[in-house]
């Protein structure tokens, strides 16, 4: 730790008190796009426009899940600085419980610059996220995980703090849910993935776990799962998801959708996926709701649409029950 981080309490809940229905453990950050107006040039000056929003995988998800009328709650860390303010106020403006998150004087809060092009397709991203080398197993060990009935962690959490996070799993009660990021950062789960049981992944992640030079995602899936990681979402892009569990392999296709803007969609589709598993849908149920949120947010240019809602999925108020 590079100094003290203080736990930020808002109206009188403590974190030995507070039960979530989902805690999110992982990246807040402050997204910055630039879209190119034109095709882009290299070593030169590009003409684009700008935009700036909160990111982060662990927020994302946070706030799709809060948007979506679940009770959620966000651990992490931000800095002293404006941008951590923003962004504690406006997620306790969505009812995300923010009395998780700490404040580290000594680090800037996270900041994330995707530069994309005319099409919204991502060109390049850029990440200053040193704050979250301080979400170290002794931070993990002062939340009160074992009270949320599932946790979900994305990989900008160190090597050793998910690790540790498995272990903690295999002993407890709540169901754990992890998102790769990307794939170097998938590099940093344990070889043994027992514990998780949801894993999140795309095509070049899962690739990466299983260690394949040729991405061939049945594949990667079934060795995921014999890793000890229970039920494998991996996330195809425009071609859909393939989904891997106890029956097997199922490939779900991806609807025609306008794309205006990438930023987010696998966030939001774990969001409605997560959502609709805590209600009790079946796997494929639960990930064709992300894959309508994915294709949602992809047709905007939100990270987080501000409109998502259960009416806005097309799912109703008779959920499954728990």
Same mark, same amino acid.
């Not at 992640?205 to 260690?211: F, G, Q, S, T, V």
């Given at each position: 730790m590079t100094g003290p981080v203080a736990l930020r309490k808002l109206r009188g809940v403590?974190?030995?008190a507070t039960r979530h229905h989902i805690l999110c453990l992982g990246g807040a950050v402050i997204d910055r796009k630039y879209r190119g107006r034109a095709a882009p040039q290299f070593a030169t000056s590009n003409p684009v426009d700008a935009a700036q929003s909160f990111g982060g995988v662990a927020r994302n998800v946070a706030e799709t899940l809060a948007r979506l009328g679940v009770s959620t709650a966000l651990a992490t860390l931000v800095g002293e600085d404006g941008n951590g303010t923003a962004l504690l106020d406006h997620l306790a403006a969505l009812n995300v419980q923010v009395d998780l998150i700490g404040?580290?004087?000594?680090r800037r809060t996270a900041e994330y610059i995707a530069v994309l092009e005319p099409e919204g397709r991502l060109l390049i991203g850029l990440a200053e996220m040193a704050i979250f080398e301080d979400l170290t197993p002794g931070w993990l060990g002062k939340l009160p995980i074992e009270k949320a009935d599932w946790v979900f962690?994305?990989?900008n959490l160190p090597p050793e703090t998910l690790n540790t996070l498995l272990q903690r799993r295999r002993k407890g009660s709540f169901r754990l849910a992890v998102d790769a990021v990307s794939a170097p950062k998938a590099k940093r789960l344990p070889q043994d993935l027992s514990g998780i049981d949801l894993l999140?992944?795309?095509r070049d $992640? &899962?690739? +990466?776990?299983?260690?394949q030079a040729v991405p061939?995602?049945?594949?990667a899936a079934l060795h995921i799962q014999s890793a000890g990681a229970a039920r494998v979402v991996v996330m195809l892009g425009a071609e859909g998801c393939l989904l891997a569990d106890q029956d097997g392999c199922t490939f779900l296709p991806a609807a025609a959708t306008t794309c205006v803007d990438v930023t987010g969609a696998g966030d939001a589709l774990i969001g409605g996926c997560l959502w609709q598993i805590?209600?009790?849908?079946?796997?494929? $149920? &639960?990930? +064709?709701t992300g894959m309508r949120a994915a294709a949602l947010t992809i047709a905007s240019d939100a990270t987080v649409r501000p409109d998502m809602s259960p009416a806005l999925l097309g799912v109703g108020e008779n959920l499954h029950a728990r």
């Open positions: 403590t974190a030995n404040r580290n004087p000594h962690a994305d990989c999140f992944l795309n $992640e &899962a690739a +990466a776990i299983a260690d061939v995602p049945v594949q805590s209600c009790g849908a079946p796997l494929t $149920e &639960a990930v +064709a």
